[in-house]
Structures are given as structure tokens and as C-alpha cells.
């Protein structure tokens, strides 16, 4: 009954930019934390960016000063900015939300579908 939709993937050349933007929509009273997570064949999906519900960020090494994450709480809706891109960040990008139904029920999480993000040149 929610859905992540992603969108805002693509190709782009090693240095360029991409934002990607996920949108939560069903039965919603609130959510928690967001953030966007990646994964590459053979590798365990990794988190990449993460921002609670007040705006507090938290990022991974490998991405810090390069990608910046934010909420539109009224659009429920979590953005990943991604600026000089390297070919290391190729991946499938999903997004995730941890969604509470009523007022003081325990939180979901959900997964959005998936978006592929390709740095090449």
C-alpha cells in the first residue's frame, strides 16, 4: 500500500551531476529516516546517504562532499544530489523510507525499485 517511486537515474560522464528523486505515496501518517543505498552485482547493497525526519544527514566516506541529501516532508519525497561523478559510483541506486501508519505505530521500511545510475565516459 506505499510505494517509492525513483526517479532522475541515467548515464553520465565521469565529473558530471545527476539528481535522483523518490517519492512515498499510500498510506502514510509519517516518516522516520530516508536515504539512498546502492548496489553493484556481486556486492551487498551499501548505504550511501541517510536524513531524518528534522533534517539531520549522515553520509558515506566514499561519497562525502560529493553528494548531498534532502526531504520535501510535504511532498514526501527524499532527493539525492550526486556531483563529480566517478565511474565507482555506478550502481543501483534504491531509495528507502521507514514508514509509520498511525500515530504511534511501529515504522516500515520500504524499498523503492530501483534506479540504474552509470558513470562512463
Known amino acids: 500500500q506505499v510505494q517509492l517511486a525513483e526517479s532522475g537515474g541515467g548515464l553520465v560522464q565521469p565529473g558530471g551531476s545527476l539528481r535522483l528523486s523518490c517519492a512515498a505515496s499510500?498510506?502514510?501518517?509519517?516518516?522516520?529516516?530516508m536515504g539512498w543505498y546502492r548496489q553493484t552485482p556481486g556486492k551487498q547493497r551499501v548505504l550511501v546517504a541517510t536524513i531524518t525526519s528534522g533534517g539531520r544527514t549522515n553520509y558515506a566516506t566514499s561519497v562525502d562532499g560529493r553528494f548531498a541529501i534532502s526531504r520535501d516532508n510535504a511532498k514526501n519525497t527524499v532527493y539525492l544530489r550526486m556531483n563529480s561523478l566517478k565511474p565507482d559510483d555506478t550502481a543501483v541506486y534504491y531509495c528507502?523510507?521507514?514508514?509509520?501508519?498511525?500515530?504511534?505505530?511501529?515504522?516500515?521500511?520500504?524499498w523503492g525499485q530501483g534506479t540504474q545510475v552509470t558513470v562512463s565516459s
Open positions: 528507502n523510507a521507514a514508514v509509520q501508519y498511525v500515530r504511534g505505530g511501529y515504522l516500515t521500511d520500504y
Open positions: 499510500g498510506s502514510i501518517f509519517s516518516i522516520g529516516t
